[in-house]
């Protein structure tokens, strides 16, 4: 629960992550696998931990390109730490290769991080850990409802498998015992008064209200990208022509034909 923010609990996972590699004595695996499809976070988190990003290409249904993650998993050698995917993925399509992935990462020794930012289309359906991921944060925010803005404060926690539980940040000034590694933000416990929030949210929805809620986002994802669709081409969808939690729309003839900018696009949706 210490990280403030989504990104912070990505900086929690890669170092925890490296810290396992080096206590093997794996201390040149710094490499770390990220598609193109990512949020800029994951990037910049894997640069704080002090990894090396490798891009992996997506293919043009924005899903990950298994042939180039070959690739850069045979291209990293024992130099792989970690593989950083969203599921789903910051495309809005849920990646349906996830399983062989992570079999791929963790067959090549890396370690994966699964993104859960998104959780919000997964919630009582799906469980990280089962597609083979080692680690993940969670957005309170975008699935469990705290006021968020831009760089927090917020909470994103970090679940783990057990071997990385070592690795998890501690505390000084923790009275318990939180893991040996340094902290990642001031105080010991983050922003513990936002959690009443999630946790009041969770009681009250219960399991069928979140697998609701889970529902209704997804539902409403689609909704909106259909309405929007005879306007605007939808970049990515999956193969039954849905989306995940979100939709992108490609403002790439508009730029062209009416001389639309980003900006009058930004300024048109906020
Ligand atoms: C996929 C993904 N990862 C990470 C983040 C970073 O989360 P935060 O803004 O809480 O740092 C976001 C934020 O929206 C996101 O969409």
């Known amino acids: 629960m210490q990280p403030n923010a989504g990104s912070q609990g990505e900086l ?24 193109s499809s990512a949020h800029g976070t994951n990037a910049a988190s894997a640069v704080l931990a002090g990894m090396e990003v490798v891009v992996v290409a997506c293919d043009e249904d924005g899903n990950v390109d298994v042939a180039d993650l070959k690739i850069k998993i045979a291209e990293a050698g024992d130099t792989l ?20 992935i992570c079999d791929l990462v963790h067959a090549a020794g890396g370690q994966v991080y699964i993104d859960g930012a998104n959780t919000n289309a997964v919630v009582g359906y799906a469980k990280f850990g089962e597609f083979g991921g080692d680690v993940s944060h969670l957005n309170l925010h975008k ?12 909470v994103g926690p970090v ?27 001031a105080a010991p416990f983050g922003s513990p008064s936002i959690l009443p929030i999630s946790w ?13 809620a889970t529902a209704v986002a997804v539902l409403s994802a689609n909704y909106v990208a259909k309405k929007l669709s005879d306007a605007f081409p939808l970049l990515y969808t999956g193969k039954n022509g849905m989306v995940a939690h979100e939709a992108v729309i490609d403002i790439r003839p508009l730029q062209k034909d009416a001389g639309i900018s980003n900006d009058d696009v930004a300024e048109a949706t906020s």
């Open 12 to 35: 929690a996972g890669l170092l925890a992550i490296r810290g396992y590699h080096r206590s093997r004595g794996d201390f040149q695996r710094n490499v770390c696998v990220i598609p």
């Open 81 to 100: 730490a970690a593989l950083m995917i969203t599921y789903p993925s910051t495309h809005g399509v849920f990646e349906e290769a996830v399983v062989e």
């Open 143 to 154: 699935t469990f409802c705290i006021p968020h803005g831009g760089g927090g404060p917020g």
């Open 159 to 185: 679940v783990a498998r057990e071997h990385l539980r070592p690795f998890l940040p501690g505390h000084s000034l923790a009275q318990v015992d939180l893991g040996s590694y340094g902290p990642v933000s």
């Open 200 to 212: 009041a949210y969770i009681q009250m929805m219960g399991p069928s209200g979140l697998m609701d």
